[in-house]
């Protein structure tokens, strides 16, 4: 089936942010089209974050078939992993843990017993991927519209857009296959910083301070104790957050359930 997905994330500071397309500003805060596929998010107060307009797009034919499986980061954690027949790296593939004491009330025996055989904890090993940055920025009524390359796989659209006084700015993404198979779309345009450049980072629930994960670990809805991972320097914090509306409380989160990741 081919079906439209939208989605929305809102952009957290260490305050929420707002402003107009044009840059207008608020008592505190703006945000800033800069060519067409930035924006700048801007407060007097700590400075500048810019906001690259840009997707990462993972497609399989085949069913990815995510399932936890033991991290072997040294603590005793699962973490999401995906099954890829044509992994590029053994590097990448899930460690395998014997653990007998790994148990407890409600644990899931088939975490410990599933194969970790052609699969990845690795999101960018996962399947094919292809990054969509944003070729043409247009003021509209509801916001900034981007546009991106046109792909033969699907089509992609993005809008950047205030919500309202002391709400965040919202960034939202309209996806539509043209093909069938397994879709996963991810915001990637974060501003990238050295670890050792940033006071401290959060994913949840082991990586912070300055523990850094060492592949690309996806921490599943059902385990984020905040919809976002947070990035602090220079005594100001920024995240990405998912909109409540995309990351309701109930049902009770699984991770059967856990449609969103980090």
């Known amino acids: 089936m081919k079906t439209a997905i939208s989605c929305l994330l809102g952009i957290l500071f260490a305050a929420w942010a707002t402003a107009d397309v044009q840059g207008a500003q608020d008592a505190r805060y703006a945000i800033e089209p800069a060519g067409n596929s930035r924006v700048v998010l ?149 501003p990238a910083y050295e670890i050792d450049a940033v006071d401290e980072i959060y994913q949840p629930l082991i990586w912070q301070a300055k523990r850094f994960p060492r592949r690309s670990f996806m921490t599943l809805a059902f385990r984020c104790t905040v919809p976002s991972a947070l990035v602090t320097r220079g005594g100001s914090t920024l995240g990405i957050a998912v909109d409540p509306s995309e990351f309701p409380f109930g049902p009770l989160p699984r991770g059967s359930n856990s449609h969103k990741t980090l």
Not at 92 to 108: H, I, P, Q, Y
Not at 112 to 124: C, N
Not at 173 to 179: D, G, I, L, S
Request: proline share 8%; aromatic share 12%; net charge negative.
């Open 42 to 190: 801007k407060t007097g107060e700590t400075g500048e974050w810019p906001l690259d307009i840009t997707f990462c797009v993972l497609f399989s034919e085949a069913d990815p078939s995510p399932a936890l499986r033991p991290a072997g980061i040294g603590v005793k954690y699962n973490i999401v992993t995906w099954y890829n027949r044509r992994l590029k790296t053994d590097e990448a593939a899930s460690d395998k843990v014997d653990d007998l004491l790994s148990v407890g009330d409600g644990f899931d025996p088939r975490i410990l017993k599933g194969s970790t055989e052609s699969r990845t904890s690795d999101i960018f090993q996962s399947a094919p991927y292809v990054l969509m940055r944003a070729e043409r920025a247009e003021k509209t009524p509801a916001g900034l519209e981007y546009t991106f390359p046109d792909h033969p796989l699907f089509t992609l659209r993005a809008t950047v857009a205030a919500s309202g006084e002391a709400e965040p700015p919202v960034l939202q993404y309209q996806f539509t296959p043209k093909a069938e198979g397994y879709y996963s779309i991810g915001y990637v345009g974060a």
